[in-house]
């Protein structure tokens, strides 16, 4: 089972920042959080990951908590191409498995 | 262009047919996976291969068969697959299958069995 919980779906006004949350209450010490996206029927795109400290790329930012038991992915001006479905992933160091959960549908909204 | 081509795109078969799907990645990587990713459903880990060597097996059933030549190609061969296998198959790869080496995806083939 996925051991991130994520809304299923969420809409956001193009130009705007798209916040998307993510709780991974069981997350341990060892465990980084990936998030990648995948537009309709096209492979998931890797977009960033972290293990406690923010972090920003050309991409997105992702906050992770103090606690690290949830994190929000923050993608400062939504376009229409950035409508998709985002994962958001928990994965140990040392291993390689992505347990995909089902994700949440960002829709941008003209 | 993430680096890993998947061919054919789209793939319509019979339940009677044999066919395969190909796989290569342009990044230097030495591991690769084979995922499955039903409608409405989680993709799903089918296969890993590090350094030519398959690694995991997440019981699949044997009509899907994997093969990598080197660490560049990955194949998965099918043959009298059942209509609930129609689905888009992934294939993904990175530098090494531990730490946090990324994993890098291509586009798909779409798979649909009458």
């Given at each position: 089972d996925a051991k991130t919980t994520q809304p299923p779906s969420m809409d956001c006004a193009e130009g705007r920042a798209a916040n998307l949350p993510c709780n991974h209450s069981t997350i341990s010490g060892n465990e980084y959080v990936y998030w990648y996206r995948?537009?309709?029927?096209?492979?998931?795109?890797?977009?960033?990951?972290?293990?406690?400290?923010n972090e920003t790329n050309e991409m997105a930012s992702l906050i992770i908590t103090e606690d690290r038991k949830s994190s929000t992915l923050i993608l400062p001006h939504a376009t229409l191409r950035d409508t998709a479905v985002y994962y958001c992933i928990v994965r140990g160091s040392g291993t390689y498995k992505y347990i995909f959960g089902t994700g949440t549908r960002l829709k941008v909204l003209a | 262009e993430t680096g890993v081509t998947q061919t054919p795109r789209h793939l319509v078969m019979g339940m009677t047919n044999k066919k395969s799907l190909k796989c290569e990645q342009h990044?230097?990587?030495?591991?690769?996976y084979w995922y499955k990713q039903s409608a409405k459903k989680?993709?799903?880990l089918m296969f890993v291969y590090n350094f030519k060597e398959q690694t995991e097996n997440n019981s699949v059933p044997s009509r899907f068969s994997p093969e990598c030549p080197n660490s560049s190609h990955l194949f998965l061969h099918l043959h009298t697959l059942q209509p609930e296998d129609s689905a888009l198959y992934l294939c993904a790869s990175s530098q090494d299958p531990g730490s946090q080496e990324?994993?890098?995806f291509g586009p798909g083939t779409r798979l649909l069995v009458l």
């Open positions: 995948q537009i309709h029927s096209q492979g998931p795109q890797y977009i960033i990951h972290g293990l406690k400290n | 990044l230097g990587h030495n591991a690769m989680p993709l799903e990324t994993q890098y």
